[in-house]
T-cell receptor, first 114, second 117 residues
Framework: ETGVTQTPRHLVMGMTNKKSLKCEQH?????MYWYKQSAKKPLELMFV???????ENNSVPSRFSPECPNSSHLFLHLHTLQPEDSALYLC?????????????FGDGTRLSIL | AQKITQTQPGMFVQEKEAVTLDCTYD???????LFWYKQPSSGEMIFLIY??????QNATEGRYSLNFQKARKSANLVISASQLGDSAMYFC??????????????FGTGTRLTIIP
């Protein structure tokens, strides 16, 4: 059983829909991350939360809105997305947001925008 | 700025042979770390091995070892005695800093490894 759980695994939505991606980590970590993985491109860091505070917003459009209600949960709220937003969205956590600790990833949510 | 380069988009290797996946990096930070992750077709990213820039010895984890050549700025992953389950995408990543001075991982474009029975 993975220590980082993402739901849903797959999501198909129209450009006018509102949906949310959920991430939960059971590892007692203090930092959580959202990444976007598009075909043939490196993973792109979107957001970093450390101790429930956002410490990094990597120039992500406002149609993506993160929320971290506690250190175990991270959400990505989606609104009015574009076809180019279709990608695999990966959540990760690490003990702290700096240092040598590896990041532990979830299985991802594969998002398709119609 | 940090940069990770993986020049092998795909590799085919016979089962039980050793395989080397290339990774070169560029950074101006004297302190950095290098990670390798495996991503099977199911999507999850699995941490394999870590090498710190000041580590004197090459990192090893079971069948995985990291051939760290600091002067050449390379951190190749070596998988010994490859198995069918090793078929996956492999990503090299480096701990670096964002434009805001925060730490982040920079990933390469990955190498798709296919093990042939």
């Amino acid at each position: 059983e993975t220590g980082v759980t993402q739901t849903p695994r797959h999501l198909v939505m129209g450009m006018t829909n509102k949906k949310s991606l959920k991430c939960e980590q059971h590892l007692g970590h203090n930092a959580m991350y959202w990444y976007k993985q598009s075909a043939k491109k490196p993973l792109e860091l979107m957001f970093v939360y450390s101790l429930e505070e956002r410490v990094e917003n990597n120039s992500v459009p406002s149609r993506f809105s993160p929320e971290c209600p506690n250190s175990s949960h991270l959400f990505l709220h989606l609104h009015t997305l574009q076809p180019e937003d279709s990608a695999l969205y990966l959540c990760a956590s690490s003990q702290d947001w700096a240092g040598n600790q590896p990041q532990h990833f979830g299985d991802g949510t594969r998002l398709s925008i119609l | 700025a940090q940069k990770i380069t993986q020049t092998q988009p795909g590799m085919f290797v016979q089962e039980k042979e050793a395989v080397t996946l290339d990774c070169t990096y560029d950074t101006s930070d004297p302190s950095y770390g290098l990670f390798w992750y495996k991503q099977p077709s199911s999507g999850e990213m699995i941490f394999l091995i870590y090498q710190g820039s000041y580590d004197q010895q090459n990192a090893t984890e079971g069948r995985y070892s990291l051939n760290f050549q600091k002067a050449r700025k390379s951190a190749n992953l070596v998988i010994s005695a490859s198995q069918l389950g090793d078929s996956a995408m492999y990503f090299c990543a480096m701990r670096g800093r964002t434009n805001f001075g925060n730490e982040k991982l920079t990933f390469g474009t990955g190498t798709r490894l296919t093990i042939i029975p």
